[in-house]
């Protein structure tokens, strides 16, 4: 008589016994088997190209169980993965215009849209208020899937409110930088907002609120030139890229190869732009101890 098992295989007498299943143990088939692997979504590490699920991931905070290589993390998740509490999202009503009616293969509006639906933010700068055991701070982090999150005039409106909120309720001032620099199709304007944060940070420091900045991959361009390089302590994370110019540029201009690790976190280190380099598992107790250090706090 034949043996139907919960696997969907039916099960003749003359089946070898190693092939028979158990009596009341479910043997999933292949295909089954397969389905349960890949219904999780699963981020591929650039490193070691380890492929590791989402859940792992954000319980790890984007750092690579395989290699240890820090992944980038969206502003949003940053923030959150920051704070112990949430208390304000800050800069909402601040709506991008285009000034220049900027066209280059696609019209500025156009390249707008397309980043507001690729990566679900309004900005390329996400602030927020909250708190960390205890303490109170005002963060901005950037959007870097946001056009290579360029600092136009919304992201200088957002930082210097974030700046102004901070002095005004005394909180100190966290930066999370990962940028490409100004954004072209805002041109002067653009630049404008370098002198525009730094003022602002300037303010800050009068106020005699903390300023810290965490350098995060990569970081160039006018925000390197302005509000990424203000702060009263500079953190990098492992391997984040930071300069001004790019290394390409750079190595076509003095017609030299500029070899690993230019540019990078460990090679500022060294040469004393930066003043440490901290683990992302670390990096939440450091600008706590920092803070409450500067700000004289039990
Ligand atoms: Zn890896």
Redesign the pocket.
């Known amino acids: 008589m034949n043996q139907e098992v919960k696997s969907g295989k039916i099960l003749s007498p003359s089946t070898p016994w190693t092939e028979r299943g158990v009596p009341g143990i479910e043997v999933p088939d292949e295909q089954q088997a397969l389905k349960a692997t890949f219904t999780e979504p699963t981020v591929e590490?650039?490193?070691?190209?380890?492929l590791?699920t989402r859940t792992a991931m954000t319980f790890n905070a984007y750092v690579?169980?395989?290699?240890?290589?820090h992944?980038r993390m969206k502003a949003r998740d940053r923030l959150t993965w920051f704070f112990d509490q949430v208390k304000t999202e800050l800069g909402q009503e601040f709506v991008a215009k285009d000034p220049l009616k900027f066209v280059d293969s696609k019209p500025y509006p156009e390249r707008m849209v397309e980043a507001q639906k690729k990566t679900g933010e309004s900005e390329a700068l996400i602030v927020m208020q909250g708190t960390l055991k205890d303490v109170a701070m005002t963060a901005c982090a950037f959007e870097f899937d946001f056009m290579g999150g360029s600092m136009g005039t919304v992201v200088g409106d957002r930082f210097v409110q974030a700046a102004e909120r901070a002095i005004a309720l005394k909180q100190p001032f966290i930066c999370f930088a990962a940028s490409g620099g100004a954004r072209m199709q805002e041109g002067m304007l653009s630049l404008m907002q370098m002198a525009r944060t730094s003022a602002a940070i300037q303010r800050v420091k009068e106020a005699g609120l903390p300023y810290i900045v965490v350098l995060t991959h990569p970081v160039y361009g006018g925000v390197t030139a302005s509000l990424a390089m203000l702060g009263d302590v500079h953190i990098a994370e492992p391997k984040a890229m930071i300069g001004f110019a790019g290394k390409r540029v750079i190595e076509q201009t003095v017609r030299e190869k500029l070899e690993e690790p230019f540019q990078r976190a460990e090679y500022l280190l060294d040469h004393g732009v930066i003043d440490q380099i901290v683990h992302r598992h670390a990096l939440r107790d450091t600008v706590y101890r920092i803070v409450t250090k500067l700000m004289n706090l039990p």
């Open positions: 590490c650039p490193e070691c190209h380890a590791v690579c169980p395989q290699c240890d290589e992944l």
